[in-house]
């Protein structure tokens, strides 16, 4: 009677020296299933997790039509940052449909991924279009700081707090964290100085870059939980896979324009009578020189071909013209004269601003060359004196900011009356826009 040979109940594979069996009561399973058959448990907690997630997946338009409610124009960034989001969500769906059985689970293409550098002058809406994104994806999202890094081993926050930061906000759930979106602000800050001295070390510029590379294209990352919830083995440290989260960096990079106009016009070098004149009007702007950066623009600007080759999406932002301040004021759901208008409100007294106030505000940010971020700033400074007196005035009814008032050569306009009923918000309304 010849012995009946073991094989493996899933894959078939006859039990030898080489290949030893696990018994069960009715069959037997080979190391290569086990192993297999682990890794589709594992991930349906995973499976698990992504339907706990916000929602349906947003389609691209979706995502831009929120964006649109916050952010004013800078519409080609915002089709380039809804397009990675939209992906990076089928990428989670892609991630969990592996765990159907044991027999397909490798015949899928395994997508890669495509972090995002956003380049723009300041207060274009970087870092607003980011924390925005916070409000629209239902995976866990962080915002770091470029400036606060060094090079391991010196005084700083080290790359890895970054990942810190999203476990966190994961609720220290690392198959979570492992699927979430890092925002790195003030990316040119780490560009490479040229005027450092021979044979000194650029921890916060060249060696933060260099820190970066393994994070940011998909390693397996050692995290400190110190302070935190230990992991099952009550270790201080956990492992977290960066291949599916999305980097996207954000920065100004001044002087970045030079670098492109150099290379798509190089200086005329003739004299004399046979030289090229150059008119000036012919100088492409500064949002055409920034729609032309190459990688090469990038290198000569400080940032080393590694790490430039990790950001393959660039999205230039334009610079904001005075309509588009204008709009940023008025039109987005938390706009600045909403907020203000709000304020006074709360003191039943109706803020009304002019036109012609609101083309002045946004012609004093262009010429401080702030964008969008210095707004606020004018508009404090022009309604400090109006938010100190005017509370403690009775019967004050409306106030009417004036473009007089904004050059600083008039008070702000006091409209009074006997009686008046108390402002509801929803009745708040920029005159200028009517």
Not at 34 to 57: I, R
Not at 123 to 130: C, E, F, I, V, Y
Not at 172 to 196: C, F, H, L, T
Not at 262 to 273: E, M, N, S, V
Request: charged content about 25%.
């Amino acid at each position: 009677m010849t012995k009946e040979l073991k094989h493996c109940s899933f894959c078939g594979i006859e039990a030898s020296a080489a290949v030893p069996m696990i018994a069960g009561t009715e069959g037997f399973i080979c190391e290569a299933c086990v192993m297999l058959a682990s890794q589709v448990v594992s991930s349906w907690s995973k499976k698990k997790e992504l339907n706990d997630m916000q929602g349906p997946l947003p389609k691209p338009v979706g995502i831009k039509a929120l964006l649109d409610q916050y952010v004013i124009g800078q519409d080609l960034a915002k089709e380039i940052l809804s397009v990675a989001v939209y992906n990076h969500y089928k990428r989670l769906k892609q991630e969990s449909s592996k765990t159907g059985n044991l027999g397909n689970a490798e015949q899928l293409v395994e997508i890669g991924k495509s972090n995002i550098l956003l380049i723009g002058p300041s207060g274009t809406g970087k870092t607003l279009m980011a924390s925005t994104l916070a409000k629209i994806v239902g995976v866990p999202f962080a915002v770091a700081d470029a400036t606060t890094l060094t090079q391991a081993g010196y005084v700083g926050d080290d790359v890895e707090n970054i990942l810190a930061r999203l476990l966190d906000v994961a609720d220290g759930q690392i198959n979570k964290a492992e699927w979430g979106i890092v925002y790195i602000d003030e990316i040119d800050k780490i560009a490479r100085s040229p005027e450092q001295a021979f044979g000194t070390r650029d921890v916060s510029g060249e060696g933060v870059q260099q820190a970066l590379l393994r994070l940011v294209e998909g390693s397996q990352v050692k995290v400190s939980v110190k302070g935190r919830r230990k992991d099952a083995h009550g270790s201080d440290s956990v492992m977290i896979d960066t291949r599916n989260i999305l980097f996207i960096a954000g920065g100004a990079f001044p002087g970045l324009e030079k670098h492109v106009e150099k290379r798509l016009h190089p200086p005329k070098t003739a004299i004399g009578f046979h030289a090229e004149v150059t008119n000036s009007a012919d100088k492409p702007s500064l949002e055409a020189l920034l729609n032309a950066t190459q990688p090469d623009d990038l290198k000569k600007f400080g940032l080393i071909p590694e790490f430039i080759g990790r950001f393959p999406v660039l999205a230039p932002l334009e610079p904001l013209d005075v309509d588009a301040l204008i709009q940023v004021l008025t039109e987005p759901k938390n706009a600045l004269v909403k907020q203000y208008q709000q304020l006074f409100a709360f003191d039943d007294i109706e803020l009304e601003f002019t036109q012609d106030a609101l083309v002045e505000i946004a012609e004093k940010a262009i010429e401080r060359n702030t964008g969008a971020r210095g707004l606020r700033g004018i508009m404090e400074h022009v309604l400090r004196k109006a938010m100190f007196d005017v509370p403690s005035r009775e019967n004050v009814q409306r106030c009417i900011v004036t473009a007089e008032l904004i050059r600083g050569e008039a008070e702000i306009q006091v409209v009074e009356g006997e009686y008046h009923e108390p402002l509801e918000p929803s009745a708040i309304l920029v005159s200028a826009g009517q």
